[in-house]
């Protein structure tokens, strides 16, 4: 169980951590993204219809070339130094998104506010996973959709356990923890799961979910 006291100190850190690394993101990460974030990042949005749609964790906006026609984005993020890279993109892009400055723990939006959210390689690093689970729940309508690509603990002897070991090394270095178990996050947080498919083995999946 995680106090509010961890949160705060860890979500300031994370904002800490990824205002420092935003200028060297894209550069970290060009690598996987052409061997396989890019052909998921596709895959996750051409499923996600056009509609109010929030992405949180925008990041430097690697997703916004892949934002569905029509759709009506919000996207948010911690980091206000990530958030100017993925303004800077919308607009090379000409893509239309609201960028906001916002605490995925905390979504300053009504309830119902969306009908589908998205997220990509975020609850590694949110404090709270389970609460920013829960306040997907509540902004997206009822019966609308919730798409997380994410990388998580792989549950195999041997392997979960050295994933656990190595998790708080990782977070120091990194940011990131490795050992989240965002499946059963996804339920801890009252959402009901539509499919789980495995991307990149047990590591890295994709989940439908519904509030
Ligand atoms: C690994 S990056 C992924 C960025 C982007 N989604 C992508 O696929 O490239 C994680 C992002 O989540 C953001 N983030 C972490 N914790 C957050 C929180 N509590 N609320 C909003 N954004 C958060 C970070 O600032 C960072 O931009």
Redesign the pocket.
């Known amino acids: 169980m995680i106090t509010s006291d961890d949160v705060t100190k860890q979500?300031a850190a994370?904002?800490t951590r990824?205002n420092r690394i935003a200028p060297m993101y894209d550069a970290m990460?060009a690598f996987t993204e052409r061997a396989a974030f890019g052909a998921w990042r596709q895959e996750l949005w051409a499923a996600v219809p056009a509609g109010r749609v929030l992405e949180?964790?925008?990041?430097?906006g690697?997703?916004l070339a892949f934002y569905p026609p029509g759709a009506q984005m919000t996207a948010?993020?911690?980091?206000d130094r990530?958030l100017a890279r993925a303004r800077q993109r919308a607009a090379a892009l000409g893509v239309r998104v609201d960028l906001r400055l916002?605490?995925?723990?905390h979504l300053e939006f009504p309830d119902n506010a969306f009908d589908a959210a998205v997220?990509?390689?975020?609850f590694c690093?949110?404090?709270d996973a389970v609460a920013?689970l829960r306040e997907l729940g509540r902004v997206v309508r009822p019966g609308g959709a919730i798409w997380l690509l994410e990388h998580m603990r792989v549950d195999q002897p041997f392997i979960g356990p050295l994933m656990d070991l190595l998790n708080p090394l990782v977070v120091r270095i990194m940011g990131?923890n490795i050992n989240r178990r965002t499946v059963e996050n996804v339920q801890q947080a009252g959402l009901k799961l539509v499919a789980v498919r495995a991307m990149r083995g047990e590591l890295v999946r994709l989940i439908h979910a519904r509030p």
Do not use: H
């Open positions: 979500t994370t904002r990824y990460e949180v964790g925008v990041g430097t690697k997703n948010i993020d911690l980091s990530m916002m605490d995925a723990q997220t990509t390689f975020v690093s949110v404090p920013g990131a």
